[in-house]
C-alpha cells in the first residue's frame, strides 16, 4: 500500500470536517501532534493501525443493528452481518475460543455483559425454578421482584483492588459492587505475587458464584489453570478479565497455564489496549454460556456500534499476521529492559521486575507520592499514571506508585536500548523532585518541586528519543 493512500486519506477527511467546524479539524491534528511529541507510557494505551482507524469513520455509524447475525431487529443488516460475522470469526481463531461476542462498547460493558450471562445461567433461582422458565422476560412480575433480590446477593471473589484488580470486579464505584457481595483476595505482602493458597481458602470459606482472574496492574503472569481449579473446587464460574494482557494472549506470549482462554469459563476484554484495535470490549466464552452473551444488547448494552465492529475486524485479522507476536514479545522484552534499568538505578518495584507489559515503580523508594511523582514526570514530558501499590498507605487518590507500560512505545518501534535511555529520564526526574510541604508545615502529598530546567531538558531527551520512531510515519498532514 502506497504511503501517500493514508496521508491523502486522513488530509481529505479533515479538509471535509474543517469545511463543517473547523475547530474539531484543528483538534483532530493537534491530537495527532500531541501523541507525537509524547513518551507515551500509559500501560493502558496504544496507537491502532490507519486501516483500524479508517475502518470507523464511516456510514457503518449510521446503522441500528440490535439483535444478532442473522437475527436482528432492523432490517438492512447485511453488511453489519459481514463485518461481525467476521470480527467474531476472528476472534474465535485469533484466541482458539468457542464463542465471540464483539458488540461490547468497552471493556466495563464486557464486564457486565459477563456478569449478567454469568447470573442467568447460573443462578440456582427458586423464582426461576418455580415458574420454569430460562428466559427472565419470561417471569411474572412477582418472580421477577424475587429473581433481582436474588441476583443482588450473588457472591463475587476478585483480586484487590491495592493488587492491581480493577473496578470492575466487584467495587463500588461501578454498579459491579452493588451486583454483588464482594470479596477480594491480595498478594503475599513478601514477595508481591498472587498466593494461590490463600485464593482456594478465600474461596472455600466465601463460596463465590464468580471467581475473577485479571488485573489493571499486576506485574507478573498469572497461572490459570490454578485458578480455574480453585473455582471447580467450589462450584464458582471461572471469569478471567484480561482487557490488560490480550494482545500478550492474542501474540502467544502467555500460552498453557498462562492463556485464560481454555481455562475459563467466560472471558472480557478491551479491544484498545495491548490488543491494538479500536476502543471497545469483546466477550469470549464456552458453548454454555453463549446464549446468555449474545443477549447483551439490549440487555446491558446500547445499539451495536458496526463502524467500531468493522474496526475491531480489521485490528483482529492485523492481530491474526505472525507480525503480532513479534510484536507482544517485544512489548515484554521492553517491559522488561525497563524494569532492569529501573532496578540498576536503584528504583524499587513491586515483585522486583515484569513479566508482562508493565512495571510498578514503588515511588516511596524516592520519598514521594504516586501524585508528585506523576505530575512531576508529565513536566518533564513523560506521560505516566499513578497507581495504588499492594497495602498502599496513601490511599487510592494520592497513592505510592507509577503504572508504565510499554505496549504503546513498542508500537512506535522503539527497543530495549530507548526502555534503558528511559528509565534514565524517570530515575532521573524521580531523584531531583523533593516532595513539598503544607502551610502548617506538615508533608503535602501533592506538592513538589522539580527545577523547571531540568523538566525541560528532560522533555528535549524524551523527544530526541521517539524522533527516530515516528508515529504513523505515513501520514503527513501538512
Ligand atoms: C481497562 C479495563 C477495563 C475497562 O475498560 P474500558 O474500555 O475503559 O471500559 C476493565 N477491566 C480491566 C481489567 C481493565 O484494565
Partial sequence: MSHNAESTAFRSALEVIRAVEPRVADAIGAELTDQRESLKLIASENY?????????????SDKYAEGTVGRRFYAGCQNVDTVEALAAEHARELFGAAHAYVQPHSGIDANLVAFWAVLADRVESPALKKAQVRQVNDLSEADWFALRRELGNQRMLGMSLDAGGHLTHGFRPNISGKMFDQRSYGTDPATGLIDYDRVAEAAREFKPLILVG????????????????????VGATFMVDMA???GLVAGKVFTGDFDPV????????????SLRGPRGGMVLCQPELADQVDRGCPMVLGGPLPHVMA????????????????????????AQALAEGLLRRGAKLVTGGTDNHLVLIDVSGYGLTGRQAEQA?????????????PQDPNGAWYTSGIRIGTPALTTRGLGTAEMDQTAELIHTVLTQTTAGANADGTPSKAKYTLDADLADKIARQATDLLAPYPLYPAIDLA
Fill in 48 to 60: 491502532a493501525s490507519p486501516a483500524t482507524l479508517l475502518a470507523m469513520g464511516n456510514w457503518f
Fill in 214 to 233: 485479571g488485573y489493571s496492574a499486576y506485574p507478573r503472569k498469572v497461572n490459570f489453570r490454578i485458578l480455574r481449579e480453585i473455582a471447580d473446587s
Fill in 244 to 246: 490488560h494482557f490480550a
Fill in 262 to 273: 481454555p481455562h475459563a469459563h467466560i472471558v472480557t476484554t478491551t479491544t484498545h489496549k
Fill in 311 to 334: 474496526a475491531k475486524a480489521v485490528a483482529l485479522a492485523e492481530a491474526r499476521r505472525p507480525d503480532f507476536a513479534d510484536y507482544a514479545q517485544r512489548i515484554v522484552d521492553n
Fill in 377 to 389: 514526570l508529565l513536566d518533564s514530558g513523560i506521560v505516566t499514571n499513578r497507581n495504588s501499590v
